[in-house]
């Protein structure tokens, strides 16, 4: 392997290709092709802040020879019934030696442009020399560059640097002696026209000494310079940054044995390292990696990198829960950006403490962190202009973003939300911003706020079937979890847990992913264990998926939804008061999501019921529903009218429940939330025994009255029981068995009654022995 800064043996074949285009040797259908190939693999693509690079795979800077046998074979030269591979090859094997090689780089500066200097350097010779005949380039054109680094590289190179390269070279272009007849003679001639001149071969000594070790060394192994494995690291950091990911086991392992050989390390090999250690949760080897590059930017005196690792300390320090260090750690990034007027670090420094005060506010205060662009809002503002100032459309696509979450975490109007979230998908589209899973995602959150399950798990479909090889792996598992619990909404718990095992084994390798995953399958399996009172196993799953300061915000409140569930389920009515006053006090402290807030009024509303007190959760469920409404929460909205409906038929207004249930449950069944459907079902078919028993059973009337609400009252709780069976709620459906054996009874029917009841029991003892069985 080269061990150049620059040159290679694929850079080599480049310069035979520019020196084939400056002597006019292409035809003229052949100049952009050829223009363009030598362009792609010599000059990297500038990285920018205005728009998404995009990346497509792994990029590979060791140029195969069959890259230019593709590329020339199809392109006809001057030369009739040749082809510019013939020409191009042809020009390869007349470096027949190491003083040919020297030769082809002293001649390089014939290709250039002479300037004034230049002229009076050499004394005014050659001004008058024919340029007709072929073409001349400018030092400062992008080919004029290539061939200026190339031959200063070259004279650099010490003299043993330079036998491996023309080592190099040799076995490079070996496979090409059998591409095509024409070369046969110059093939022929073997490696080193010098060695046939002498009459040398392999087993003399001298040709031994030169040329022996080719013999030994693998053909296929790749030339790389410096230059070329700072751009291999560079695509890499991209990948990392962009997608969240580890790097992949096998090129872990190929950039291990290409960094191996070179005696400089490079500083992107740092970062390449800390982002791998950081995703693993290897913390030691992060910060080991990371204070690495603080030395090499300390030493470089470059203060660009100390402020980029000063970001990406803070980053780390927050990922897990020192806050403290991190608000440290970005306040003084923030401080050297401004020094060095880096408006991109700034912004993103200031993007990123926004959004942490808003996903950890308790942490955040904690650590000392009283806000320094003023309100929410304020600060998304401030980011926007600056955003739009300095044309960083990526961070302008995500303000807009966070825009549409503060609409509606705070209730505010939809229509608001979705212009926010189309302005950012038209930003999308119009500057090639890659941030269309962020915007799937919130799609996701606004349809389902509305009721509308299935076009929110569409738009998770869509992020996973269209953009799943340019969005984030955090954002992919999320749609996957969001698909999951929508399955676990219709009684699908195999299914959701099918989606959640199903993840790539390779995500599990980053610590928060295999976390986040971790935490959702415990949860659905937590609510499965509530709704089949399976005690045991809800403590035990309990006690293991307690959240800390780095678990999601969402899951938090999702594992806090949950015991709160299991303790009005199990009946320890106090515990879960207590739980709900706790949980809603710290929402109302760090102003929390409407949604979150208004799950915890509901909450506290079913628990007064379930203590047969409905007339205190009367005000509750009523503010819980007005709040709902107003901010178009449409599956709260329907909880809360069956807690009120729940309300009114414990205090005898049955007449009222009825309406309200008949006017909601067509949504909910839109909706598809099961459990939902089953309470709504089961308040309805109260309400009719309720004004069942409001009729005169001695009139003709009233007995035709009766029986016609209690066979609606029936068909209801059939209904709900059904819906109860399929989440296999064990409880309600008994609940539901039970109502039937007293409507049986009540009509003096004890031997439907008594068929009712035995009913009740199987179904109980089938839920104990799939407890038991773990099934």
Same mark, same amino acid.
């Given at each position: 392997?080269?061990?150049?800064?620059?040159?290679?043996?694929?850079?080599?074949?480049?310069?035979?290709?520019?020196?084939?285009?400056?002597?006019?040797?292409?035809?003229?259908?052949?100049?952009?092709?050829?223009?363009? *190939?030598?362009?792609?693999?010599?000059?990297?693509?500038?990285?920018?802040?205005?728009?998404? #690079?995009?990346?497509?795979?792994?990029?590979?800077?060791?140029?195969?020879?069959?890259?230019?046998?593709?590329?020339?074979?199809?392109?006809?030269?001057?030369?009739?019934?040749?082809?510019?591979?013939?020409?191009?090859?042809?020009?390869?094997?007349?470096?027949?030696? /190491?003083?040919?090689?020297?030769?082809? *780089?002293?001649?390089?500066?014939?290709?250039?442009?002479?300037? +004034?200097?230049?002229?009076?350097?050499?004394?005014?010779?050659?001004?008058?020399?024919?340029?007709?005949?072929?073409?001349?380039?400018?030092?400062?054109?992008?080919?004029?560059?290539?061939?200026? +680094?190339?031959?200063?590289? *070259?004279?650099?190179?010490?003299?043993?640097?330079?036998?491996?390269?023309?080592?190099?070279?040799?076995?490079?272009?070996?496979?090409?002696?059998?591409?095509?007849?024409?070369?046969?003679?110059?093939?022929?001639?073997?490696?080193?026209?010098?060695?046939?001149?002498?009459?040398?071969?392999?087993?003399?000594?001298?040709?031994?000494?030169?040329?022996?070790?080719?013999?030994?060394?693998?053909?296929?192994?790749?030339?790389?310079?410096?230059?070329?494995?700072? #751009?291999?690291?560079?695509?890499?950091?991209?990948?990392?940054?962009?997608?969240?990911?580890?790097?992949?086991?096998?090129?872990?392992?190929?950039?291990?044995?290409?960094?191996?050989?070179?005696?400089?390390?490079?500083?992107?090999?740092?970062?390449?390292? /800390?982002?791998? @250690?950081?995703? @693993?949760?290897?913390?030691?080897?992060?910060?080991?990696?990371?204070?690495?590059?603080?030395?090499?930017?300390?030493?470089?005196?470059?203060?660009?990198?100390?402020?980029?690792?000063?970001?990406?300390?803070? &980053?780390?320090? !927050?990922?897990?829960?020192?806050?403290?260090?991190?608000?440290?750690?970005?306040?003084?990034?923030?401080?050297?950006?401004?020094?060095?007027?880096?408006?991109?670090?700034?912004?993103?420094?200031?993007?990123?403490?926004?959004?942490?005060?808003?996903?950890?506010?308790?942490?955040?205060?904690?650590?000392?962190?009283?806000?320094?662009?003023?309100?929410?809002?304020?600060?998304?503002?401030?980011?926007?202009?600056?955003?739009?100032?300095?044309?960083?459309?990526?961070?302008l696509s995500a303000t807009l973003l966070n825009e549409a979450k503060?609409?509606?975490?705070?209730?505010?109007?939809?229509?608001?939300?979705?212009?926010?979230?189309?302005?950012a998908s038209h930003l999308n589209i119009r500057e090639n911003v890659?941030?269309?899973?962020?915007?799937?995602?919130?799609?996701?959150?606004?349809?389902?706020?509305?009721?509308?399950?299935? =076009?929110?798990?569409?738009?998770?479909?869509?992020?996973?079937?269209?953009?799943?090889?340019?969005?984030?792996?955090?954002?992919?598992? +999320?749609?996957?979890?969001?698909?999951? *619990?929508?399955?676990?909404?219709?009684?699908?718990?195999?299914?959701?847990?099918?989606?959640?095992?199903?993840?790539?084994?390779?995500?599990?390798?980053?610590?928060?992913?295999?976390?986040?995953?971790?935490?959702?399958?415990? %949860? &659905?399996? =937590?609510?499965?264990? %509530?709704?089949?009172?399976?005690?045991?196993?809800?403590?035990?799953?309990?006690?293991?998926?307690?959240?800390?300061?780095?678990?999601?915000?969402?899951?938090?409140?999702?594992?806090?939804?949950?015991?709160?569930?299991?303790?009005?389920? #199990?009946?320890?009515?106090?515990?879960? /008061?207590?739980?709900?006053?706790?949980?809603?006090?710290?929402?109302?402290?760090?102003?929390?999501?409407?949604?979150? +807030?208004?799950?915890?009024?509901?909450?506290?509303?079913?628990?007064?019921?379930?203590?047969?007190?409905?007339?205190?959760?009367?005000?509750?469920?009523?503010? @819980?529903?007005?709040?709902?409404?107003? $901010?178009?929460?449409?599956?709260?909205?329907?909880?809360?009218?069956?807690?009120l409906c729940c309300i009114l038929n414990a205090l005898g207004e049955?007449?009222?429940?009825?309406?309200?249930?008949?006017?909601?449950?067509?949504?909910?069944?839109?909706?598809?939330?099961? !459990?939902?459907?089953?309470?709504?079902?089961?308040?309805?078919?109260?309400?009719?025994?309720?004004?069942?028993?409001?009729?005169?059973?001695?009139?003709?009337?009233?007995?035709?009255?009766?029986? !016609?609400?209690?066979?609606?009252?029936?068909?209801? &709780?059939?209904?709900?029981?059904?819906?109860?069976?399929?989440?296999?709620?064990?409880?309600?459906?008994?609940?539901?068995?039970?109502?039937?054996?007293?409507? $049986?009874?009540?009509?003096?029917?004890?031997?439907?009654?008594?068929?009712?009841?035995?009913?009740?029991? #199987?179904?109980?003892?089938?839920?104990?022995?799939?407890?038991?069985?773990?099934?």
């Open positions: 392997m080269a061990s150049s800064r620059y040159l290679t043996p694929q850079k080599i074949s480049l310069l035979v290709l520019v020196k084939l285009y400056c002597n006019s040797v292409l035809p003229s259908s052949a100049t952009i092709p050829i223009l363009s *190939f030598i362009l792609s693999h010599s000059i990297p693509p500038l990285p920018s802040h205005a728009r998404a #690079r995009h990346t497509s795979g792994y990029q590979d800077y060791s140029i195969s020879i069959r890259a230019f046998e593709d590329v020339l074979q199809g392109q006809p030269s001057s030369m009739p019934g040749r082809t510019l591979l013939d020409v191009f090859l042809k020009q390869m094997w007349e470096l027949n030696s /190491f003083d040919a090689l020297h030769n082809l *780089f002293n001649h390089l500066g014939c290709l250039l442009a002479r300037t +004034r200097e230049d002229s009076e350097q050499n004394g005014g010779a050659g001004d008058e020399e024919d340029l007709s005949d072929h073409i001349v380039l400018s030092k400062s054109s992008p080919l004029g560059t290539i061939v200026r +680094r190339a031959r200063l590289e *070259f004279t650099r190179l010490q003299f043993d640097d330079s036998i491996k390269l023309w080592s190099a070279f040799i076995m490079y272009r070996a496979p090409t002696a059998q591409w095509t007849k024409r070369i046969a003679g110059l093939a022929s001639s073997g490696i080193d026209i010098n060695a046939v001149d002498m009459e040398l071969g392999p087993g003399d000594p001298l040709y031994e000494v030169a040329y022996g070790h080719l013999e030994d060394e693998d053909s296929t192994e790749e030339n790389l310079s410096i230059d070329d494995l700072n #751009r291999l690291l560079e695509f890499q950091l991209d990948q990392l940054q962009r997608l969240g990911c580890r790097v992949p086991e096998d090129m872990k392992k190929r950039l291990q044995n290409m960094l191996g050989p070179f005696g400089a390390v490079l500083r992107q090999s740092h970062l390449v390292k /800390f982002f791998d @250690a950081w995703k @693993a949760g290897d913390y030691t080897s992060a910060f080991d990696s990371l204070h690495r590059y603080y030395d090499y930017a300390m030493q470089t005196r470059e203060k660009v990198h100390y402020q980029y690792a000063l970001l990406h300390m803070a &980053i780390l320090q !927050a990922d897990f829960g020192c806050f403290g260090e991190a608000i440290a750690a970005i306040n003084e990034t923030i401080a050297t950006a401004r020094e060095n007027q880096d408006m991109t670090c700034l912004n993103f420094s200031l993007s990123w403490l926004n959004h942490m005060s808003k996903a950890y506010p308790r942490q955040m205060k904690g650590a000392g962190y009283m806000g320094m662009l003023g309100s929410e809002r304020d600060g998304l503002i401030f980011l926007k202009a600056k955003a739009r100032e300095t044309k960083m459309h990526n961070l503060l609409s509606l975490s705070t209730g505010e109007s939809i229509p608001r939300a979705l212009e926010y979230m189309y302005q890659n941030n269309n899973g962020g915007s799937m995602l919130l799609h996701s959150t606004l349809y389902s706020r509305l009721g509308l399950t299935h =076009l929110s798990s569409v738009y998770c479909e869509l992020l996973l079937h269209c953009y799943r090889q340019t969005s984030p792996i955090d954002e992919k598992i +999320r749609a996957i979890c969001r698909c999951a *619990f929508a399955a676990v909404q219709t009684g699908c718990y195999d299914e959701g847990l099918d989606l959640l095992e199903n993840i790539d084994s390779s995500d599990h390798r980053s610590l928060k992913f295999h976390q986040y995953i971790y935490h959702c399958t415990g %949860i &659905i399996n =937590l609510k499965r264990a %509530i709704r089949r009172t399976d005690w045991t196993a809800c403590e035990h799953l309990l006690s293991s998926l307690k959240p800390d300061s780095s678990t999601d915000p969402e899951l938090s409140f999702l594992l806090c939804e949950s015991r709160i569930d299991y303790l009005i389920s #199990r009946g320890l009515y106090s515990e879960a /008061f207590n739980a709900i006053e706790d949980q809603a006090s710290s929402l109302k402290e760090e102003n929390a999501d409407i949604l979150q +807030r208004t799950a915890m009024l509901l909450a506290k509303g079913v628990l007064f019921c379930k203590v047969g007190k409905p007339e205190r959760g009367f005000s509750v469920a009523l503010r @819980a529903a007005s709040v709902a409404f107003k $901010a178009r929460l449409m599956p709260s909205l329907w909880m809360a009218v069956g807690v049955y007449e009222g429940s009825g309406k309200l249930l008949h006017a909601v449950i067509p949504q909910a069944l839109e909706n598809a939330d099961k !459990a939902l459907i089953a309470s709504l079902y089961s308040s309805l078919g109260d309400s009719f025994i309720g004004l069942a028993g409001l009729d005169d059973p001695t009139s003709s009337n009233g007995a035709r009255s009766l029986a !016609a609400k209690v066979s609606r009252a029936e068909l209801f &709780i059939d209904r709900a029981r059904e819906c109860y069976k399929r989440v296999e709620d064990t409880n309600g459906e008994c609940e539901q068995l039970m109502k039937k054996a007293l409507l $049986a009874k009540l009509r003096g029917d004890e031997t439907l009654a008594e068929e009712w009841a035995q009913n009740h029991n #199987r179904v109980w003892e089938e839920g104990r022995k799939r407890i038991v069985d773990g099934k």
